[in-house]
């Protein structure tokens, strides 16, 4: 990211941070420590969380197990590759806990119909959410054509009220390719901007949350993911305009302890 970049985020997220401040509601109200607002608490913390496991390594048991922990700490979900949605969904019937499916994960660069393809497997297997990854390289190459009609595509493939979400993945992009990433999103319809997939270079920062919410403004959500560590870590990016946190940490999270990785 170049210095001038830094600092344009910079700028942007100190006046949302403002604007939100001067509002008096929204994520701000959600402080810690030295904030003007109420300290969140775990129970509030944990319906922000898509209990996360998205490892190429991971068993059956394991998806059990984050099956287990999302019902009983009441997460809003659980977020895992299409293969394990039907086990999801049949461990969560009843409970309340959504199953999110990431699609054209990690890198984005599926063609379009292998990604509405595995989105509408996913649904038709119990997902009530996606996390699609854009093509990342069609937004470098400044494609937005491209860009747009993939989303739509999965937007089509979304029916039924099931929920869509984008990850752009933040750390690769310039801010102006954030911003039009955001845009597209917004223009197609989507539900969701999201940063990262938290297998790239970095994972979310508050400055990058609030350049997003400061994009699409109150009409869509922001999901921060990757670089979710502790509390704090979440209330930062709560405070910066997300409405959705990605981690595979939650359960220590809500403990106090910080987790080591995303």
């Given at each position: 990211m170049s210095v001038?970049?830094?600092?344009?985020?910079?700028?942007?997220?100190?006046?949302?941070?403002?604007?939100?401040?001067?509002?008096?509601?929204?994520?701000s109200r959600f402080?810690?420590?030295?904030?003007?607002?109420?300290?969140?608490?775990?129970s509030d913390l944990a319906k922000y969380i898509d209990h996360t496991l998205l490892k190429?390594?991971?068993?059956?048991?394991?998806?059990d197990k984050l099956c287990g922990e999302a019902?009983?700490?009441?997460?809003?979900?659980?977020?895992?590759?299409?293969?394990?949605?039907?086990?999801?969904?049949?461990?969560?019937?009843?409970s309340g806990v959504k199953v999110c499916s990431v699609v054209g994960f990690p890198l984005g660069a599926m063609c379009t119909r292998a990604k509405a393809f595995e989105a509408s497997a996913a649904i038709e297997d119990g997902a009530r959410e996606i996390d699609m990854v854009m093509n990342i390289g069609a937004m470098k190459a400044g494609d937005l054509k491209t860009v747009e009609d993939?989303?739509?595509?999965?937007?089509?493939?979304?029916?039924?009220?099931?929920?869509l979400k984008v990850i752009i993945e933040t750390c690769?992009?310039?801010?102006?390719?954030?911003?039009?990433?955001?845009?597209?999103?917004?223009?197609?319809?989507?539900?969701?901007?999201?940063?990262?997939?938290?297998?790239?270079?970095?994972?979310?920062?508050?400055?990058?949350?609030?350049?997003?919410?400061?994009?699409?403004?109150p009409v869509m959500g922001v999901k921060a993911a990757g670089g979710v560590r502790s509390f704090q870590d979440a209330v930062n990016m709560i405070n910066a305009g997300a409405?959705?946190?990605?981690?595979?940490?939650?359960?220590?999270?809500?403990?106090?302890q910080t987790i080591k990785g995303y």
């Open positions: 001038v970049d830094k600092e344009l985020i910079e700028r942007i997220a100190r006046e949302v941070l403002e604007e939100i401040a001067k509002s008096g509601v929204g994520p402080a810690s420590g030295g904030g003007s607002g109420p300290a969140l608490a775990p190429a390594e991971a068993k059956p048991v394991d998806i019902k009983q700490y009441h997460f809003f979900s659980v977020c895992v590759n299409s293969s394990s949605v039907s086990r999801c969904a049949g461990n969560l019937q009843g993939d989303m739509a595509a999965i937007r089509k493939a979304c029916s039924g009220g099931v929920l690769l992009l310039s801010t102006e390719e954030i911003i039009k990433s955001c845009e597209i999103a917004k223009n197609a319809g989507l539900d969701f901007v999201k940063t990262s997939t938290g297998f790239s270079t970095a994972g979310a920062t508050p400055e990058h949350v609030a350049l997003m919410r400061k994009t699409v403004g409405t959705r946190l990605g981690t595979s940490g939650g359960v220590n999270i809500l403990k106090g």
